[in-house]
């Protein structure tokens, strides 16, 4: 009726046995990416709901691009290790998958395929930058940002002729311009939280952006073009780029990267709310 008194210790060591931890080659350890490789893609769906029904390509795009982003990260960490093999597997697998909702995707769609014209510099300096071990420069990330930001319209325009046709007013340019712009400021803020820390030049290349940011987005609102309420989220992006390294020296103790993170989350919900009404005029 009951087991061994042996087992017991066997059956303890099994259920007190540590998880095996799931390697950056197979999630990405920048958690911070996450709203990156969404946020554009949903902001392209608000846009293109506003213009009518959801075309098709979609909903395989989406797959096709965070899996498109595994490959990519499993790739750069293969690179950056001079060719270990344990990023071997992930990278077949993801690019396997990535081919498999890539092909229905330009099957749906096959015009989409001319943005390889964009995509593959942009990823392409990454990749570069990886293979001389500086995948975490402005260079390597800023280039990736430009990347994940262009998925928006990707999404709301459809083909990069068409793309290209639009005036610089027109809220798919708009909505691109300003995923860039909170991206982009983020990128150099974060770098004052934690790779940078301390860094007074780091934290004066990111104010000013932040400043550059909002004075064009201001400057279009009196235009006409652009609502306020995105002025508005840039001012509180730049108070946030200038507060926090100077609240963090005040308090004494660091911010954690999860609290970073936490921070950017919210203003990227926000920006979500804020920015489909915003580039309407």
């Known amino acids: 009726m009951f087991p061994p008194a042996?087992?017991?210790?066997?059956?303890?060591?099994?259920?007190?046995?540590?998880?095996?931890?799931?390697?950056?080659?197979?999630v990405?350890?920048?958690?911070?990416?996450?709203?990156?490789?969404?946020l554009p893609y949903l902001v392209g769906i608000?846009?293109?709901?506003?213009?009518?029904?959801?075309?098709?390509?979609?909903?395989p795009l989406l797959p096709t691009w965070l899996l498109g982003y595994f490959a990519y990260n499993a790739l750069t960490l293969w690179l950056k290790s001079g060719g270990k093999p344990r990023y071997l597997r992930p990278l077949a697998v993801y690019t396997g998958a990535a081919a498999v909702f890539g092909g229905l995707t330009l099957w749906l769609r096959p015009e989409l395929l001319n943005w390889a014209l964009v995509f593959t510099p942009l990823l392409g300096v990454g990749l570069w930058r990886a293979s001389q071990?500086?995948?975490?420069?402005?260079l390597a990330r800023g280039s990736a940002v430009a990347a994940?930001?262009?998925?928006?319209?990707?999404?709301?325009?459809g083909s990069l002729e068409q793309t290209l046709t639009l005036g610089l007013t027109h809220p798919v340019i708009l909505a691109t311009l300003a995923l860039w712009g909170y991206f982009g400021g983020t990128l150099l803020y974060v770098k004052t939280m934690i790779r940078e820390r301390g860094?007074?030049?780091?934290?004066?290349?990111?104010?000013?952006f932040h400043l550059l940011v909002l004075a064009a987005a201001s400057w279009t609102a009196t235009q006409g073009t652009l609502g306020w309420n995105l002025?508005?989220?840039?001012g509180l992006a730049a108070f946030r780029a200038a507060l926090m390294p100077q609240l963090e020296r005040l308090r004494g103790k660091?911010?954690?990267?999860?609290?970073?993170?936490?921070?950017?989350f919210a203003l990227s919900v926000l920006l979500l709310w804020v920015l489909p009404g915003a580039t309407a005029g």
């Open 28 to 38: 990405p350890a920048a958690h911070g990416a996450w709203a990156m490789l969404l």
């Open 199 to 208: 860094s007074a030049r780091y934290q004066a290349w990111s104010l000013g």
């Open 254 to 264: 660091r911010t954690t990267p999860r609290q970073v993170g936490l921070l950017e």
């Open 133 to 138: 071990r500086d995948d975490a420069s402005l």
């Open 231 to 234: 002025p508005v989220f840039f």
């Open 46 to 59: 608000m846009l293109r709901l506003a213009e009518g029904p959801l075309p098709a390509y979609i909903w």
């Open 6 to 26: 042996s087992a017991a210790p066997a059956a303890q060591a099994v259920q007190t046995r540590p998880r095996r931890k799931v390697g950056a080659e197979w």
């Open 148 to 157: 994940a930001c262009l998925v928006s319209a990707v999404v709301a325009a």
